[in-house]
């Protein structure tokens, strides 16, 4: 299978599936696509000799402009799989009605959308927190849930420290439900989302 991965920041879940990406894994990296210059994630997809491209809301008109921009070039490297991994711009519709989309998101949803999951957790005070792996639609982190994993919470945990003790269950399972829609395929009805052939 072939993936588009979009990124926003330093690209270790893009890290992961490019490490990942042996034969017997089912997907490849083909490209990465990013909302912002001079980040670590492309500097890895260079790394890896992968193409990138970068599509700034700020070159357009509008939000619709910027998304018909963005599924242009997504479109360009024909992707089975679009994986959104801490891209940090709401996909819209040209994109999500061309592509299957998967989001990797630092907390158990519906607990904790939007960009300071980690943070508004913390401050919330939980003692178990997690990650989410989910198709995204139109809404913020609303998606259909594929898989999710609980991470604790520890004493003196800042942003910081429990975010990368998150990130390092993220990782492996964003390779894991990737690698196996790729091999597997998937199924949805309603909120469920089935692995595996139908
Ligand atoms: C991940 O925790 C992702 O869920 C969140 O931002 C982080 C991105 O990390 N949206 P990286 O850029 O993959 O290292």
């Excluded at 034969?23 to 001079?38: E, I």
């Excluded at 999710?148 to 919470?153: F, G, I, R, S, T």
Aim: charged share 25%.
């Amino acid at each position: 299978a072939r993936l588009v991965v979009l990124v926003s920041g330093s690209g270790t879940n893009l890290q992961a599936l490019l490490d990942a990406a042996t034969p017997s894994f089912g997907a490849v990296v083909v490209a990465v696509g990013a909302d912002r210059d001079g980040i670590e994630g492309l500097a890895r997809a260079e790394r890896a000799g992968v193409p990138t491209f970068v599509e700034r809301v700020a070159d357009h008109a509008g939000r619709d402009e910027w998304d018909e921009a963005l599924a242009g070039k997504i479109a360009a490297y024909k992707p089975d799989l679009v994986v959104s991994a801490g891209f940090m711009k709401i996909l819209g519709h040209r994109v999500l009605d061309s592509f299957p989309v998967v989001n990797t998101h630092p907390a158990l949803l519906p607990s904790f959308p939007g960009a300071h999951a980690v943070r508004d957790a913390l401050a919330y005070g939980v003692r178990v927190t997690g990650c989410t792996v989910h198709l995204v639609d139109t809404g913020v982190d609303t998606g259909p849930v594929i898989a999710q994993e609980a991470v604790p919470v520890r004493e003196g945990d800042d942003e910081e420290t429990l975010h990368e003790r998150i990130k390092t269950v993220e990782r492996r399972l964003l390779v894991e439900v990737v690698g196996r829609m790729a091999r597997e395929g998937w199924t949805v009805s309603g909120r469920r989302v089935r692995l595996g052939r139908a």
